[in-house]
């Protein structure tokens, strides 16, 4: 089963910036559509950006204009790039299949913002 480690989560001032990375084990993701999760404390898991294997990007609302989603395939890598970052982005934030079901979530980078 892949599983997938997620690291560069940290402590961030309101407007500041971090980059998020992720690389998997088991599997070269290069042709998979891919994904950034989080999840707030009491709150549901929710995708925050996609990237396809071309290079075609999604991103929420909420997140729009201040996060950038890229990837690195001859690395395995997957980044999000969080900029302006804001209180409301405080979470743990995975990095997923968004068509496929056979990753496992990993632990997950926790990223505080304060306020």
């Known amino acids: 089963q892949v599983q997938f480690v997620e690291s560069g989560g940290g402590l961030a001032q309101p407007g500041g910036s971090l980059r998020l990375s992720c690389t998997a084990s088991g599997s070269i993701f290069s042709l998979y559509t891919m994904g950034w999760y989080r999840q707030a404390a009491g709150k549901q898991r929710e995708l925050v950006a996609s990237i396809m294997s071309g290079g075609a990007t999604n991103y929420a609302d909420f997140v729009k204009g201040r996060f950038t989603i890229s990837r690195d395939n001859a690395e395995n890598m997957l980044y999000l790039q969080m900029n302006s970052l804001k209180p409301e982005d405080t979470a743990v934030y995975y990095c997923?299949?968004?068509?496929?079901?056979?990753?496992?979530w990993g632990q997950g980078t926790q990223v505080t913002v304060s306020s």
């Open positions: 997923n299949y968004v068509y496929r079901d056979d990753g496992s």
